[in-house]
C-alpha cells in the first residue's frame, strides 16, 4: 500500500537520518484542465527549509514556447531534494509534470524522488470529521488561519493567465501567484501538525475523539497494538455519537480477540449488546460455545439474536440472510447440546 | 461434439422438398459446392516458442488466404482482409503481431474493436495463442477496466486490445501515459471496418488522423490490418479511411461443406385477402424440424422483441428442450451473453434466437443452419448472417423467410437480386467540415499545432481556417509560434463517435426490498420497450414496469404471469423551425432550414398470448423525444399536380370514401358479428377496420367500391396486413423512396444518416406535396445543406435512375416496391420527376 509507506515516511521522520532539509513543498498552477496532453503548468511554487529558516520560491513560463527552458529550471530546482510532499500530486501536479517533460522530449526528474501526498494521508486522520477535505477547508478547519484579499479562486487561475498571454500586462497574475503560494504555505504547515499529531495524537491540545479512533486505526493498520488500545480507550473516555460508539466497539473488541484478550473484548460487546446489537450476541454466543464450552448460554444468545432481528429495520434480503444463519446456528447448538447429553445419560 | 450424421442437411432439405407443408413456399434453393481448402505450412521463420504454442493449439498449417495476408503485412504494406465469416481472419493478424513482440521487446499493437463482447473474445485468442511470457503484456483497456489496473496497463502493455471510444476520449488525449506502447506501435489492427460508414465512419477516419499525428511525434508508423464483411468497395474503403494504399486479400481458402441457401415464402392463410403467415412463426416452425434432428440453428430476427416472441414460441413448440433454447440480443448482461457464446460453441445451446447482434464476429463456432426471419435490410447482412452457417467440411443450410413486407416479397421471387447484385458500398467523408471541425478541435489538445502541419492529407491552407474559427471561439490560444488548447472542457468529450448517445438504463427486478440487475435498456429505446406499465420480456420470461425513473436512469419490474404482452403505439411529427434558404426550381420550389422531430409514444396495446388478439388500449403521458436537426424539403407546386392530375399520373390525394361509407362501414361489421375476419378477435370498446378487399381506387366509383362484397372487416393489427399485400404507392412515395437511395452518394454517408418524410398534403407548405431528406442527428451535420445545394444534380441522376431500371414496376434498386398484389407507382415517380427536371410530360 503506498499510502502505508508514505506513513511511514512521516512517522519515522524524526528517527531516520532524512532532515527535513531534504523535503520540498510542491504546487502547481495550470493551464485548465485536470490532465491530458493538452494541459500545461505556467507556474511551479516550492517551499523548503535550509538552515532552521524557511524559504519559498516559485517559476514562471511567461510564453508556452518557452517550456523546455522552463522545465529545465525545474529539474535543476528539484535536484537537491529527496522527498516531495504535495496536496493531491500523485494524482494531478506529478502526472501533469510527467507529462511536460515527456512532451519536451525529457526524462521526468519526478521519477526519482519519494513522494508524500498529503490528501490520502488527511483523508485517514479526518474520515469521520471533515466532509470538504479540501486544502483550502483545512487551514480553516485544522490550521486555524485564512486567505488574504489578493486570494483569487482557484477556477479563474487558467483564465487570468490566458488574458496576460494575450495583454502582456501581468497585474492580475498577483492573485494567482499569491494563491500559489499560500497553498504551499498551508501544505508545509499541514505536513508539521500531521507529523506531530501522529507521533503523540493525546499531546494535541483538545484531543477529537473522532479523530483518535481514525489514527487508532491507522495504528492498528501499522501493527501498533498499543497505541491503538490507548486511542480507543481514551476515545470511549472523551465519548463519541451513537453510531460510532458502537462502530469503535466492535474495533476496539476484535482488537482484543486478535490480541488474546476475550474477556476484555466480552465486556465491550455486552456493552454493545444494550444497544440491540445482532452481532455482539452472535460474537458472544461464539464466545460461549468455544470458550467456555456451554451450549445452554450460546443458545440463549442466539435466541435473543433472532429477537434483536425481527424488530431491526434492515432490509428484507439481509434479515432473510442472518435469520438463515442465526437458525443454522441454533440447529448446530441443538444438535451439539442432543449428542452430549445423549453421552451423559448412556 | 458427437460427429455428425453427413447426409443430415442434404436429407432435412429433400424432407422439405416433399413435405406437403413446406415444399410450395420453398422458392428457390441456391446450392454452393463444398469447397476442400487450401493448406500450407506455417511461414518458417516464426519464432520456436510461438511456433509450439501454436501447435499445442494444434495450429500447424494455414490456409493459403492466411498466409498470404501474413506475407503482406509482415512486409509492412497495409492489408484489409475480406474473407468470409469462419475464414480465421483474426488468425492472420494474430500471427504477424505475437510473433513480432516475442523478436522484438519494444515492439507493440492496439488493435480496436466495435463491441466489447468482440474484444472479450478476441483478448482470449490472444491468450491462447501466446505464450505465457507474453500474457500480461495483452491487456484489454475498455470502460469495464477497472480504475485500479488503468495504471499498470498504460505502462506495461504491448497489446492492446480496445475500441475507437476509448482511442477518442482516453488514449490520444492522455497519450503521454501511453508513450510506451506509442513509441513501440508497430501494428495497428481495425476490426470490422463495414461498420465505420458514412458519419460514423467518417468520425473514425478523423480519429485514425489523429492518431497518426501522434504516432508521428513518437516516430512511429504503424502497419494497418483492417478487416470488413463483404461490401462492394472495400479496398477503397480502406484506402479512404486510413488515407494510404491497402492490400485486399479477398480469396477465401477455408474448406466449406456444400452450403444449401433457400428461400422461403411463408404460406398464404387468407386467399382473398392475400395475407401471409408470419415470418417469425414459419421460422420458429422449420426451425422445430431442424432442433428434432438435433441439427444446431440460429434464427434472426430484426427486432428485440421478436427474438423474446420467437423463444417463447420455439420452447413452447419445443417443451422438452426449454434448457438448450435461448434468446440473445443487446439489452442482456455481458455474463449472460457470454454464457450463451459459449453454450452454442460446445454445443449445449440446440436453438438460438438472436438479433443481429450475433451477426458480428464473436466466435460461437460454425452453426449447422441459419434462418434468417424476414430480410435484414441489405444484401450484405443478409451474406454476413447466412455466413454463420457453415462447420468446417460439413453440410450447412441457410433459409431467408420472408415477410409479407413489401421489399421481403420482391427479393423472395427475385432471388437474383440477392445472389448477383454487388453488396451494398461503403461511403465516408472525412472532410465534412462539421466532423473535421470536430476533430481538428481534439487535435489541438493533443498536439499544438505549428504553421505548415498537416491533417491527414489536408495541408495548413485547408486546416489553418479551422483553428481561426478556434481561435475566435476562445478554445485555442495562438501562440508566437503554435496553437495551444485554452478551453476549460476536455474537447473529445462534446464529440460523440457514434450517432446513439446516452447513457443506457439499468432493468432492476425487485424481490425481498433487494434490486437484481438483469439488463439494460439503451436511452434511445427506454419509450418504447420499458415505458409504464408495458410488459417487458427476457429470455422468454416476463415482467411487469412498475416505474420508468427518467433522472435515475433504471427500471423496476417486478416478475409477472399475466397473459398478455405489450406493444407501444409510437407517433412522429416534424415541423419547420425556421427556414434559411429558399429556391425555385422546375415544378415548384427547394428549401433548406431548421426542423424539429418529434416522436412521442401516446399508449400502448394489450395483446393476447394465445389469441393475438387486442385485449385494451391505454393512454399514456410521457415526455416527447424531439430531434432538432436540419432539413432539405423539395414543394411541389399547384401546376404541376394539376398536370399530373390531368394526366391521370398523380394518386397523392387520400382517398374520400364516399358519401355511403359510414353506413356500409356498419353493415359490414354487422354482418361480421363485429369479429375480425383473419384471426377472429372480438371487438371491444374501439371499433374494428373495415377493409376494401379490392382497393378503393380500382374502382371507377365509390358504389362499387364500397359494396358489402367488397368489404371485410379486420382487427388494427391483421389490416395492416392485409394493406401491405395490396399496397399502392403513390408517385411521391416513390420520389422519397429513390432521392433517399442515391442521397447518401451525394453526401457520402449511410443510408442510416438521414431521414426521409413525404407527405401529399404538406401543413409545412400550405397544404402543398412535399418530399423531405433530413440529418439524422441532433443539429445535423451538413448533410442536407449540400443537397440543397446538389438538388439539380440529384434529381437528374434520380431521373436517369429510374428510367435506366428495367424493372417494369419499381424495385429496391429505384423507387421502391409495392405491395404482393399492389403497385409500386414507378409511372408516377417518373412523370415527377420529369416535371421537376423542367422536362415535357410524354404520355
Ligand atoms: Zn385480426
Ligand atoms: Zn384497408
Ligand atoms: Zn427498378
Redesign the interface.
Known sequence: MTFLRCLHGLVSLCRTNLSIEDFVFLDTETSGLAGGAGTFVFLVGFGFWKNDRYFLTQIFLREPGEEPAFLTGLEELLTPYKVLVTYNGKSFDAPLLNNRFILNGFQSPLKNMHHIDLLSLTRRVWRNRLDDRSLGNLEHEILNFGRAEEEIPGWMVPQIYFEFLQTQNATPLKGVFYHNEVDILSLSALFLHLADLLRNPLAARNPQSLDLIAIARLYEELGDYSGAIQLYEASLEIGLPAHFFIQTLYRFASLHRRTGKIEAALTLWLKAVEYHEIDACIEIAKFYEHHQKSCHQALEWTELALGYLEQSPLPRYIKKQKRAELEHRKERLYQKLNRRNNQVTP | MPTKNFEQIKNIVRFWQTDPSVSPNICGVHVTPPNPGQFVPLPENLHSTFRNTLAAEGIEALYQHQWDAIQIITQCKNAIITTGTASGKSLCYQIPIIDNCLKDEESTAMLLFPTKALTQDQYRNFLRFSPPSLHSSISIYDGDTPVSQRKKIRQSARILLSNPDMLHTAI??????W?KLLRGLRYFVLDEVHLYRGVFGSHIANLIRRLKRICRFYSTEPVFILTSATVANAREHAENMIEEPFEQISDSHSPKGTKYFLLYNPPIIHEELGVRRSALSEAVRIGGDLIVNGIQTLIFTHTRKNVELGIKFLQSQNPEQTQEIFAYRSGYLPSERRKIEEALKFGKAKAVVSTNALELGVDIGGMEAVIISGYPGSIAATHQQAGRAGRKKQDSLAVLVASSNPLDQYIIKHPEYLFEKPPEVALINPNNPLILYQHIRCA?????FRQNDSFGNLDWTAIHPYLKVLVLNREV?P????F????????SQDVSLRSTSGDSFLLHVE????LTTIGEVDQASVDWMVHPNAIYLHQGQTFFVEALELEKKYVRLTPFDGDYYTQPLMEQNIQIISEERIRSIFGGKIHFGEIEVTRQLKGFRKISWQTREILATEDLELPPRTLRTVGYWIEMNPQSIQLLTNLNLWSGKPNNYGPNWDQQRKLARQRDQFTCQLCGAAEKDIPHHVHHIVPFRQFPTYELANRLENLITLCPACHHKAESVVRIRSGLSGLRYLISQIAPLFVLCDPGDLGSHSDPQSPMCEGNPIVMIYDNSAAGIGLSETLFDKHELILASALEVAQDCSCLDGCPSCVGVGGENGTAGKVETLAILKILNGMPLRV
Not at chain 2, 172 to 177: D, E, G, Q, T, Y
Not at chain 2, 511 to 514: A, G, L, Y
Open positions: 490520444l488525449p492522455h497519450h503521454p501515459n508513450e489541438v489538445f493533443e498536439l499544438p490560444f501562440t508566437s509560434d503554435r495551444i488548447w485554452r478551453g476549460d472542457q476536455y474537447p424481490e425481498d426490498d433487494r
